[in-house]
């Protein structure tokens, strides 16, 4: 460092925050050198890392894709070449950085529900077996995640917020609304504000406050009344079908009670009715005694259906 020191001693006494600002403008040939260290500072750890672990991953990313290593000699005249090139180096470093994506994701396995948090706040309650997806990177200018089963959204205002899906894609503003993508198709229910749902066939609708639609065929979106207590009453534990077929009555039923139900019932045959998910025997009963059907419950926890 001494001789580094002879050889560009304003560079040196700025490294080490000994250097006045007013007399940066003195470092004449470093400019580049200076802004990128400079950006470093602004550099944020992605989620779920601490910094060692995300120098240790960026360095292994820089690596891979063929930076070479520098070995540092101390000889006079080789310490400013090797802060050039190792600020290069680093500028390499942060554009693999800034375009490495940074997945998040948040799970909620059967029999659970969870309530998250999105980068702008945006709460977001999952349903059992659900699933969301999404980049933190550029969140602010491009908020957007993806839904694989059941969620309820309280989006906060700000730039557009889109929930995509298999079967369909939600865009909002600021608003409460309930997504389910599940059995190939797309159910949204609007509790506040404005949303609009693309279905896959290239139909859209835009629903308000109270009102609901179910997107699975190349028809038109119908929208349909939908009051606030049926909006997302999963959130209360309670499931309310109509006409619904058995198969998937009971595919919520596993999903609740993280259970596997097997048996012969009617592929074809139709529920109408409710069950609430805090007592098995008792929402098996609610579902298979209309239907004049039976069950056992196994230690295993299976069900068995039985005519």
């Known amino acids: ?31 580049k050198t200076v802004e990128i260290i400079k950006k470093i500072d602004e550099w944020e750890v992605p989620a779920g890392m601490d910094e060692s672990d995300a120098w240790e991953a960026l360095r ?29 180096l680093l500028l390499i470093g942060a554009l693999a950085w800034w375009w490495w994506p940074n997945q998040t994701s948040f799970y909620a396995p059967a029999g659970t529900m969870i309530t998250c948090y999105l980068p702008d706040s945006t709460e977001v309650i999952l349903n059992a077996d659900s699933r969301i997806e999404f980049f933190s990177n550029h969140w602010d200018s491009n908020r957007e995640v993806v839904l694989k089963g059941e969620a309820y959204f309280e989006v906060t205002p700000g730039s557009t917020f889109e929930v995509r899906s298999d079967f369909g894609t939600v865009t909002v503003v600021g608003t409460g609304f309930n997504v389910r993508a599940r059995d190939k198709s797309l159910m949204v229910a609007c509790m506040h504000g404005k949303v609009r749902v693309d279905a896959p066939n290239g139909h859209s609708t835009l629903l308000t406050a109270g009102w609901a639609v179910t997107s699975g065929s190349d028809a038109p979106l119908k ?70 059907l039976k069950y056992e419950l196994l230690p295993d926890n299976r069900v068995i259906i039985q005519p």
């Not at 460092?1 to 470093?30: S, T, V």
Request: with cysteine; glycine share 10%.
């Open 1 to 31: 460092m001494g001789q580094f020191q002879e050889n560009d001693p304003l560079l040196h006494q700025w490294l080490n925050h000994q250097l006045p600002p007013e007399e940066e403008g003195l470092l004449q040939g470093h400019e």
């Open 223 to 292: 929208p349909y009344s939908c009051p606030a207590n049926q909006v997302a009453p999963w959130l209360r534990g309670e499931f309310f079908f109509e006409k619904a077929p058995l198969n998937f009555v009971f595919s919520e039923v596993q999903r609740q009670f993280d259970v596997k139900i097997e048996g012969e019932w009617g592929k074809d045959r139709l529920y109408t009715g409710y069950f609430t998910n805090q007592n098995l025997p008792k929402a098996l009963e609610l579902v298979v005694e209309p239907m004049g």
């Open 60 to 88: 292994a990313r820089i690596s891979g894709g063929g930076a070479r290593v520098v070995t540092l000699n101390s000889r006079p005249g080789q310490m400013v070449w090797w802060l050039t090139s190792a600020a290069s």
